[in-house]
């Protein structure tokens, strides 16, 4: 089930940190203290299945391995729960919003009926873990539980947190996902540490972070060379580094990305976010069927996962399967109420190829109200708007978009369509609007 607004409101998407958005109304009330204004405003029913977001884990101390220890040990847990395809799971990247906030002020914004939060407290090489499951619409603790347990069993520990969840929820399994959840790949201790400490850089999303981050992982793919999680997050950080415009190289960035990532893909342990990244790196490099089938598989095994869902959709639109395309958008971004504005280019440009000019040209639109100096939004609405007859408006949006150096040509060549007719089709948009070949 989607995001649904006031039928009446006016909607926009705006900010709520660098690189993340939110579909706001605007005649919605304003937010309580301490919360993004613009999730407060979302209107989002609860799904018909079991549904949780998992907030970010208290570390009980100032130690710095705590603390990454907190964050390493909740991603574990969603990175389980993930992969079912009976649980609406909110993306660790929303829920990280909410780090400071509490399960009654987050909950209500993200669609979601059940929360799990958690404490986390290290003494040595000793961990106390205190976790509880709420229901917030019934307004009861579900359950809660404290674990003592070494360092060692840190991993034992997320698969039974991840089961009661599961348990407690009835989420349904369908055939294969037990083995595929519950699988352990990583016990080492020294990997461990470098493990939950990468993923703690990772999702401070800048670019030092992020390289020390892929340093973390490559360290453990050299001390576990048969698991997949070292190189499987190796090739998110280049491609992260590649698509945020951290590299200097952006194209050798996405190479490696995609040499890790096929290094990942080849174990029985793959969780799935490696064929996401090699999914796309096939797509640039043209070999679209390969390109089809990897992110598939992805959302195979990560039936709940955003960026899943989203890169699965970027690969739809550009092989000419553009209905699907616009559903796995649409679940992308009620995975995710606070989402990346790449979403909504994909979701434009889908709109445009499947002959939804009018959605096409709103959503073009709220893109550029949030990114007004996006390229990609600026073409998407020249091109709608040409396709909708509304050409006057299109080459005064041209005109507003001219670049030196520019031409129609040069653009529609980079994007990575299968059918070239496309490709010839989007340039003869952007010529009728005034820009040069």
């Not at 907190?70 to 079912?84: F, P, T």
């Not at 002020?105 to 961990?127: I, K, M, W």
């Not at 996405?254 to 893909?265: D, F, I, L, N, Q």
């Amino acid at each position: 089930m989607l995001a649904r607004l006031p039928a009446r409101a006016a909607r926009t998407l705006v900010e709520t940190k660098p690189g993340d958005h939110a579909l706001v109304s605007d005649d919605s009330p304003a937010a309580g203290p301490g919360l993004p204004a613009q999730l407060d405003r979302l209107d989002i029913p609860l799904p018909d299945r079991p549904s949780i977001i998992l907030l970010p884990f208290r570390c009980m101390g100032e130690d710095p391995e705590s603390a990454a220890l907190a964050d390493g040990l909740r991603l574990d847990i969603q990175n389980a729960l993930v992969k079912l395809s009976g649980l609406l799971l909110i993306a660790a990247g929303t829920a990280n919003v909410f780090r400071n906030a509490s399960s009654e002020q987050a909950v209500p914004h993200l669609g979601a009926r059940h929360v799990l939060e958690g404490t986390v407290q290290r003494a040595g090489d000793r961990v106390r873990v205190s976790v509880e499951l709420t229901d917030t619409q019934a307004s009861t603790l579900v359950w809660s539980e404290r674990y003592d347990r070494t360092l060692d069993d840190t991993f034992v520990l997320q698969d039974e947190i991840a089961e009661r969840v599961v348990t407690a929820l009835d989420v349904k399994l369908s055939s294969g996902e037990q083995g595929r959840v519950w699988r352990k790949c990583l016990t080492d201790t020294r990997a461990r540490d470098h493990f939950y400490a990468g993923m703690h850089g990772f999702f401070e999303m800048s670019a030092e972070s992020n390289a020390g981050a892929r340093a973390r992982f490559e360290r453990v793919a050299e001390i576990v060379p048969d698991s997949p999680l070292g190189p499987t997050w190796v090739a998110l950080c280049y491609w992260f580094e590649a698509t945020r415009g951290w590299s200097d190289d952006p194209q050798a960035s996405r190479s490696h990305a995609g040499e890790w990532a096929e290094r990942a893909v080849q174990s029985e342990d793959a969780d799935g976010q490696a064929h996401t990244v090699l999914g796309n790196v096939r797509l640039l490099q043209g070999r679209h069927d390969e390109a089809l089938a990897i992110a598939r598989k992805a959302v195979s095994i990560r039936p709940g996962c955003t960026n899943s869902n989203g890169f699965l959709a970027n690969v739809l639109l550009h092989c000419g399967e553009y209905h699907d395309a616009i559903a796995h958008a649409k679940r992308a971004i009620r995975l995710s109420p606070v989402y990346p504005p790449w979403f909504l280019e994909i979701l434009a440009a889908a709109y445009r190829e499947a002959g939804q000019v009018g959605f096409a040209i709103s959503v073009a639109r709220e893109l550029l109200r949030i990114v007004p100096g996006s390229l990609h939004g600026r073409m998407l609405l020249v091109s709608a708007l040409v396709r909708g007859g509304g050409l006057a408006e299109a080459r005064r949006v041209a005109g507003d978009a001219r670049e030196p150096g520019f031409s129609a040509g040069g653009y529609s060549a980079g994007l990575p369509y299968r059918d070239a007719a496309v490709i010839e089709r989007i340039a003869d948009d952007l010529r009728r609007a005034g820009l040069p070949d």
